[in-house]
């Protein structure tokens, strides 16, 4: 009996995301006892990790591969507003109908699975995600996937796909250390875990950590291509630096035709409009690029042209993605889900490019498990003015009065309010009063959370 969608997300519900350390030992046994075994291998797909930065990447990509008129798959998490987010084809959430069938026939499976194999027992939270996205780009006749991992990499679900033709890997900062480790390193170690043998592997990650992404391509000879120069210059999609570790020659003579085309193209200041807002977005941008050309050029057999390279510059003007640097015309306000330093840092770097010399009025708020001071020292300005809502959530969310604590001592003017929708009152009603002085527009970061609160009632695609 087929579940409603209302009783597939309360089954969700009853679940939960566990954020315990994960494997994939039930995902690879699930997959191979399916009647048509190994069904996550049956679209070529990009994974896409890292700390920040990923759903953009993936995002990105996919609207490269979408305009090169493949039928594209995109998995995505977290979700805003709806479980629907997650799972997109071209630009379009699952519908309720499609999303209600696809779970229901999943979650039989995986009760039918937990039966056969005690040892094993159902899929978890994620896993079923993982799987649902499997099932649906497949019933949808998908051509080309692409998949974000969700928490490292290394026993992620979605390492269980292994028709990978390019890996990517955005960045390495220090996030989730409880589960993936306390140094740059270590999390470079987890997030290595999706290279593939010989597959290539085009990142923006920095040293110390690219070094350890070089030791594991090398050992998996695999070729790595790393892009690095200004992150956050305005020039960086002109000024910017490739590498090349290909010392057994993996990659073809299309492909590196293809890579130096684009480079010379971009360095020669070919028109680049980002559908991502944002100074970060910039280097976002340059990953999926490089990603979207391997990928392509491996699909396609052939190397890249003048109409390509329109393509391209079209799916990187095409893509959305809500909750990231997301302007609202109205209230006046920019959304972005910063949750870690570096990410704030990102966030800053880009609003001071948008607001020369003007301080900023924020609301924020974050989980308890953040480290809300590196990410409000990166965030904050003496001068700036933060308010800081109590929100309701089943995650536990770091005292408003801890924040307020901090955000005076580095020089803003905080207030504790009840409730998201006084914060963003109390703070157009500042904006209004003091125009010219600060940005025009009020910052909403710290969680998604709190971007949920934000968001309109129904995120459009």
């Known amino acids: 009996m087929s579940l409603t969608y209302e009783e597939c997300l309360d089954y969700l519900e009853s679940i939960g995301p566990t954020f315990e350390r994960p494997g994939l030992e039930r995902m690879e046994s699930f997959f191979a006892c399916q009647d048509h075994p190994q069904p996550q291998n049956k679209i070529a797909a990009v994974h896409v990790g890292g ?21 594209t798959g995109k998995f995505t998490g977290p979700h805003l507003k709806r479980f629907n987010e997650r799972f997109v084809i071209d630009g379009q959430f699952i519908s309720d109908e499609d999303f209600a069938k696809t779970l229901t026939a999943v979650r039989e499976a ?16 994620f896993e079923l995600l993982m799987a649902m996205s499997v099932s649906y780009f497949n019933a949808a006749g998908v051509q080309a996937c692409v998949y974000e991992v969700g928490l490292g990499g290394r026993f992620d679900a979605t390492n269980v796909l292994q028709n990978v033709l390019v890996s990517v890997l955005t960045n390495v900062e220090l996030d989730h250390v409880h589960i993936l480790g306390d140094t740059r390193e270590k999390i470079a170690f987890e997030k290595a875990g999706i290279i593939k043998p010989a597959v290539p592997l085009i990142t923006a990650v920095q040293e110390p950590a690219l070094r350890v992404l070089k030791e594991r391509a090398l050992t998996l000879n695999a070729p790595l291509l790393a892009i690095s120069g200004a992150t956050y210059d ?30 010379r193209s971009l360095r020669e200041g070919v028109i680049v409009e980002l559908g991502l807002k944002g100074a970060y ?7 999926a690029v490089f990603a979207a050309v391997n990928y392509l050029v491996l699909r396609e057999k052939r190397s890249f042209g003048q109409d390509d390279l329109r393509s391209l510059l079209a799916g990187l003007k095409k893509a959305y993605w809500p909750g990231r640097f997301q302007i609202l015309a109205e209230p006046p306000a920019i959304l972005d889900g910063a949750h870690n330093g570096h990410g704030a840092l990102a966030l800053r770097r880009s609003l001071d490019e948008l607001y020369p010399g003007k301080k900023l ?17 990166n965030l904050l300005r003496a001068g700036d003015r933060v308010y800081l809502p ?13 924040l307020e604590g901090l955000a005076q001592k580095l020089g803003a003017k905080a207030e504790v309010t009840a409730t998201f929708q006084e914060a963003s009152r109390k703070g157009q009603e500042f904006l209004r009063e003091n125009a010219g002085a600060y940005g025009e527009r009020l910052i909403i970061t710290g969680s998604f959370a709190l971007i949920k609160e934000a968001l309109p009632q129904k995120v459009e695609p």
């Open 234 to 263: 305005s020039q960086f999609l002109r000024d910017f630096e490739l590498t090349i570790q290909d010392p057994s020659g993996m990659f073809t003579r299309e492909q590196l035709q293809s890579i130096e085309f684009v480079e």
């Open 361 to 377: 009025v924020f609301i924020f708020a974050c989980f308890a498990n953040k480290n809300h001071e590196e990410i409000l020292q």
């Open 281 to 287: 977005q910039r280097s976002n941008a340059m990953v």
């Open 390 to 402: 109590h929100l309701s959530n089943t995650r536990a969310i770091r005292s408003a009065f801890d």
């Open 110 to 125: 995986s009760l039918r699975f937990a039966s056969e194999h005690p040892e094993h027992g159902a899929l978890t939270w």
């Open 51 to 71: 700390t920040n930065g990923k759903g953009s990447v993936t995002t990105f990509i996919a609207s490269i591969l979408e305009a090169f008129g493949y039928r």
